[in-house]
């Protein structure tokens, strides 16, 4: 890849526009699974392209690979804002999860030829982004994160990985590896989208007909479920255990709010739950089922996480 101007293009304001906006979908797939959040992700890629035009154009020119100097400028910039998030979320309001990527696809949809939601289609969705793995992603430091997600995901060489971590390439194949491990011990087995569908599906229709028992049912026994309000909007206990503790719970809360439409919706690929009231999505669950029951509910409440959902929302 290269950002030197094609012969006979010469009238054209800037020849390599097109090659380096078309680094912007990886660069946000890159961004988002380091962050865990859509918003810091565009953030981080916007900033990256003010850098790269802020350069003069023989500085450009001196680039033999935009796409790789963008990438290693994103990935830095996300090894600086991992590093002051763990700051930042000890004063955050009640528990954090990532941000899940907006997607209105039902389950048993095809989506249309062209029809692009934006930006969750940029995001390819595959088992890197599934809320499980997301946050398995948040016990790592931030050195193992970026060297683990830039090798194992984007299969970035530690040559490359070690000039943006700081380290030597062997610190960063021995920090991929530690986090390799950690991620497998705490990953339960892979189960595929159709399975989770029944459960959930099951789930569902066990909430909407506020049935405790076919809830508990439904549920692990040690089952865990985290909501994430950001403290802005109201809320019980952010962080429930038990099977009992949860159905009792979410048969309450359909008591209390009985207008509320619980709606099939992928999320984060996985099959999950959005929650809508009066039209408005005030909730988006994403879940994990191991052995036929579902073991984490993770419920993202905060407004501010949910904005790329609500776009576009109809009347």
């Known amino acids: 890849m290269t950002s030197r101007s094609p012969q006979g293009h010469e009238e054209q304001l800037d020849p390599s526009l097109d090659t380096i906006m078309g680094e912007r979908r990886r ?22 392209y003010v850098r790269w035009y802020a350069m003069t154009p023989s500085q450009q ?27 930042r979320r000890e004063t955050y309001v009640g528990e954090w999860v990532p941000e899940p990527v907006p997607d209105r696809t039902e389950w048993t949809a095809v989506r249309p030829a062209g029809a692009e939601p934006d930006p969750a289609e940029r995001i390819t969705l595959d088992e890197s982004v599934t809320m499980a793995f997301l946050v398995v992603l948040e016990s790592l430091t931030p050195a193992e994160r970026v060297s683990f997600i830039l090798h194992d995901v984007f299969r970035y060489p530690f040559n490359d990985i070690a000039d943006i971590v700081g380290r030597t390439p062997a610190a960063c194949r021995q920090l991929a590896t530690s986090a390799r491990r950690r991620i497998r011990d705490a990953q339960a087995p892979h189960r ?26 439904l549920l692990d026994p040690g089952a865990l479920s985290v909501a994430d309000t950001g403290g802005l909007v109201e809320a019980g206990a952010r962080s429930v255990e038990g099977a009992a503790a ?9 008591s209390r709010i009985p207008d509320l439409a619980i709606l099939e919706r ?3 690929g996985r099959p999950g739950l959005v929650i809508q009231r009066d039209g408005v999505i005030v909730s988006v669950m994403a879940l994990e089922a191991d052995d036929d029951r579902i073991t984490r509910i993770w419920a993202m409440r905060n407004p501010e996480k949910l904005r790329h959902w609500r776009a576009g929302e109809e009347d």
């Not at 660069?27 to 990256?48: F, H, K, M, P, W």
């Not at 599906?201 to 066990?206: G, I, N, V």
């Not at 949860?246 to 359909?254: E, F, N």
Request: charged share 20%; with cysteine.
């Open 27 to 48: 660069l946000i797939n890159l961004a988002y699974r380091l962050l865990g959040s859509v918003t810091d992700a565009e953030d981080v890629v916007q900033e990256a």
């Open 192 to 217: 595929p989208s159709s399975r989770q569908a029944v459960i959930v599906r099951d789930f569902r229709q066990a909430w909407e007909a506020k049935d405790v028992d076919a809830l508990i049912n």
């Open 266 to 268: 992928m999320v984060n």
């Open 61 to 87: 020119r001196a680039i033999n690979s935009p796409g790789s100097w963008l990438a290693k400028v994103a990935s830095r910039i996300c090894l600086d804002l991992l590093g002051s998030a763990r700051a």
């Open 246 to 254: 949860i159905a009792h719970g979410l048969v309450a809360l359909r």
